[in-house]
């Protein structure tokens, strides 16, 4: 179902201690651990932390699906979903280019080139709601189900702007960046 409004999208601005890495290799001393798992960068991790104290406060359990990827996870994951032949089942294809050969998608959402992700920067976190209750499971972020008295993706757009997030694709309403 398409949001009824357009998602906030703004030009992402690197750290500067991020100037002379490479994506997907960040050095540990610029990662910090984040609730309720993985690593972010420093500043990113802190914006999180913040970012899920706001949301516990309207009983929403803010948690990920996807923190920092380092290069071989970005690879790993884009040869799962991607693959260097056309797919004969989808008449509509969503192609990549990776080592100056086309690639395909095969299933899943469409992944980014490895070496060219947020995630690998530390920067992106693909956000969900954990539910509560004897079947308690993780949703991805969207306008349902309401746990609170904002569905998660309502709280993020209240919310995240101001903690300097904001997303990158009107398609993926879980995925934003720091």
């Not at 601005?13 to 490479?22: Q, T």
């Not at 998608?105 to 509560?132: E, R």
């Not at 209240?158 to 309403?173: D, F, I, K, T, V």
């Amino acid at each position: 179902r398409p949001l009824a409004r357009k998602l906030p999208v703004a030009r992402v601005v690197m750290p500067k201690d991020l100037a002379d890495c490479e994506n997907g290799k960040l050095p540990a001393s610029l990662l910090r651990r984040i609730a309720p798992s993985g690593r972010m960068h420093h500043l990113a991790a802190i914006s999180w932390t913040l970012l899920r104290e706001l949301a516990a406060k309207e009983g929403l359990d803010l948690v990920h699906v996807g923190d920092y990827r380092p290069y071989e996870q970005q690879l790993a994951l884009f040869e799962s979903r991607m693959k260097p032949f056309p797919n004969a089942k989808k008449p509509t294809q969503v192609v990549g280019t990776f080592n100056g050969e086309k690639w395909y998608l095969h299933n899943g959402a469409p992944v980014a080139t490895p070496g060219t992700s947020n995630h690998g920067w530390g920067l992106a976190i693909d956000a969900a709601v954990k539910t509560k209750g004897k079947k308690g499971g993780v949703v991805s972020i969207s306008t349902k189900p309401r746990i609170a008295k904002r569905s998660g993706l309502q709280f993020l757009l209240a919310e995240a702007p101001s903690l300097g997030w904001s997303w990158e694709l009107q398609s993926e309403p879980w995925h934003i960046r720091y």
